[in-house]
Antibody, heavy 117, light 111 residues
């Protein structure tokens, strides 16, 4: 079965760090463009980051320099390292696989990150 | 980049058809045939319903269809059913970023 399972969310203080994991099954992460999309409570979707199959990475402006997307090929897992967290980073973070340009066909169940003192 | 513009809410009765619009610019919706639509039920992950403006993934009902005219893409849902009640988001490729840009979302209420 093709699926993504996220983990690693939780409560963190402003300025703190957290690493999210996204374990894939049924397909090979390194052969695909893998993404992180977030949704703040009661708000819409925001595309946060992508890692291409070739290894290039891109970020939305609001997280540049603070978040790092990576993958571990042997574990078939994608990560999102989040540093210098801010209250506005509070959201459910989804991992998603790109089917074709701007189309995300496989989504994880999401993991909640709460940044608060 | 700015979010695409969607109506905040639409509604329809069971069996009716509705259309949700998604307006962008020539730098995103109008410039490329890379518009996708997602359905999201409360507390659940989004589900891809339409990609490349008009294509349906395997398993998605043919009651869902997509189109585009100029800078506006549209999602049409025919034969409304209770389970169609959900939030719907559009997304488009944009030349200003390798990341796509989402619409603000539309809440569909089935009366």
């Amino acid at each position: 079965e093709v699926q993504l399972v996220e983990s690693g969310g939780g409560l963190v203080q402003p300025g703190g760090s957290l690493t999210l994991s996204c374990a894939a099954s049924g397909f090979i992460v390194s052969d695909n463009y893998m993404n992180w999309v977030r949704q703040a409570p009661g708000k819409g979707l925001e595309w946060v980051s992508v890692i291409y199959s070739g290894g290039s990475t891109y970020y939305v402006d609001s997280v540049k320099g603070r978040f790092t997307i990576s993958r571990h090929n042997s574990e078939n897992t994608v990560y999102l390292q989040m540093n210098s967290l801010r209250p506005e980073d509070t959201a459910v973070y989804y991992c998603a696989k790109l089917l074709t340009t701007a189309a995300l066909d496989i989504w994880g169940q999401g993991t909640l990150v709460t940044v608060s003192s | 980049q700015s979010a695409l513009t969607q109506p905040a809410s639409v509604s329809g009765s069971p069996g009716q058809s509705i259309t949700i619009s998604c307006t962008g610019t020539s730098s995103d919706v109008g410039g490329y045939n890379y518009v996708s639509w997602y359905q999201q039920h409360p507390g659940k992950a989004p589900k891809l319903m339409i990609y490349d403006v008009t294509n349906r993934p395997s398993g998605v009902s043919n009651r869902f269809s997509g189109s585009k005219s100029g800078n506006t893409a549209s999602l049409n849902i025919s034969g409304l059913q209770a389970d169609d009640e959900a939030d719907y988001y559009c997304n488009s490729y944009t030349r200003s970023s390798p990341l796509g840009v989402f619409g603000g979302g539309t809440k569909l209420t089935v009366l």
